[in-house]
Structures are given as C-alpha cells and as structure tokens.
C-alpha cells in the first residue's frame, strides 16, 4: 500500500529529526503528489546538503523540490578567495591526485567543481567533504566520470559483489550497460537489498550514472 502525502511528510520530517547533521527547526517540508519541498534557512551548505540526502532516503518519494536558502551566520568575513582556498586544502588533504585533476570556481560563494575522477565514489567523496568548507553557499558539481573502458564481464562483476552482500534472489535483477552508465531493473524483498544493489554497481571501475529501476516487492 503506497504512503499518503501525509504519511511521507511525517516521514520525511521524523527522517530530518533523525539525522543529527540536519537542525530540522529551521526547515519546513511539503509533499504534493508523492513530491517532497524543502524550504527554509539553514547557516551552512553542509546542513543544506544533508537535508536533501535525508529526504531522498525516505521510500516512495517520487521528486525533490528544494527552496533552502544559506544564510551565513558572518557574511563577509568568508571572501570567496578564501574559499577557494579552503577547498583546494581539503581536496589536497583527501589526496594529491583530487587537487591536480579538479578545478575550483567560487562566485559570491557558489562553488563550482569540474575535472575528472575514475571512480563515482570519488565524485561523492569530494562533494561530501568541500560542503563543509566555510563560506560555502552552494555546489554545482560538474566533475566527470573519467570514460575509462566498463570489462565486458562488469556484469559477473557486479554478481559476485551482490553474492557477497548476501542479496536473496540475484536472478531476479537485470543489469543493462550503457557506455559508462547502467540501468537496473528487476525486483528485490527490502529496501536495504535495494540499497547495497546500487551501492555494488556504484563500486565498479569506469560506472558514470547509475539508472535505478529496482522495486521493492514485500511479500
């Protein structure tokens, strides 16, 4: 039985509240239609971001519509020199190969990553880390995937990673290549199955996007 607007509402603020890098006082939720919006004021990009991240893990939430507004508790005090300066520190502190191959761009304290990285934990890795930085009001993050060649046995691959995380019935998911992306379809018993599917494929060399169509079927 699908969820109510209601019901995800509640869901979506309980998950807020859950989340200790989320202040959930300053933020306001909506759903229409399965849709979630986010409004409000929050005093730092990170929260912004992980409210967004907090929303979309709740089930059977269709879109995301977000109208959160960074408020920086000193403005001024953060020129976006000194941001871009900040950022360049935490991406050579994850790894010197992080600040040779991304580029910084920070105006009136949007930052803008582009460049390329091999793997698209990476890509989340840096995001994950520079929204804490400052000063931050916003992240575009236009970073690539390097288009390094997918195996041709990426799907026994991705079998065996699925073997290994103990999913029920493997048969029951399709794995479709498409270049560097790849679609999942099929169904799986919990929403945790679902999760460590897409994490497996995720984990795999050369995986630009990954197209999620798994359902979750209870029985």
Known sequence: MSKTDTQLKHDVQAELIWDP??????????????????????PD????????????????????AVDIHVDLPDPGTYT?????RSVANVLDLMS????????????????????DVEWNFQRNAVLRYVSHVRGVKGVSN????????????????????L??????????????????????????HSWSEK?????????TPGVRNVTDNVKVIFE
């Open 195 to 203: 999760s460590l599917v897409k994490h497996a494929v995720l984990c």
């Open 142 to 161: 236009d970073i690539n995937i390097h288009p390094i060649h997918i195996a041709r046995d990426v799907k026994e691959e991705v079998r065996a990673a």
């Open 21 to 42: 890098e989320v202040n959930e006082a300053h933020i306001g939720v909506q759903c229409e239609k399965g849709v979630i919006t986010l409004s409000g004021h929050v």
């Open 45 to 64: 990009f990170s929260q912004k971001w992980a409210a967004e991240q907090a929303a979309l893990r709740v089930g059977e939430v269709r879109a995301l």
């Open 96 to 115: 010197p190969e992080y600040s040779q191959r991304i580029k910084i761009m920070v105006e009136e304290g949007w930052l803008t990553l582009s460049g």
């Open 80 to 84: 976006d020199v000194d941001v871009s």
């Open 163 to 188: 073997q290994r995380r103990a999913i029920q019935d493997i048969d029951a998911i399709t794995i479709s290549i498409d270049g560097p992306d790849i679609i999942l379809s099929g169904s799986v």
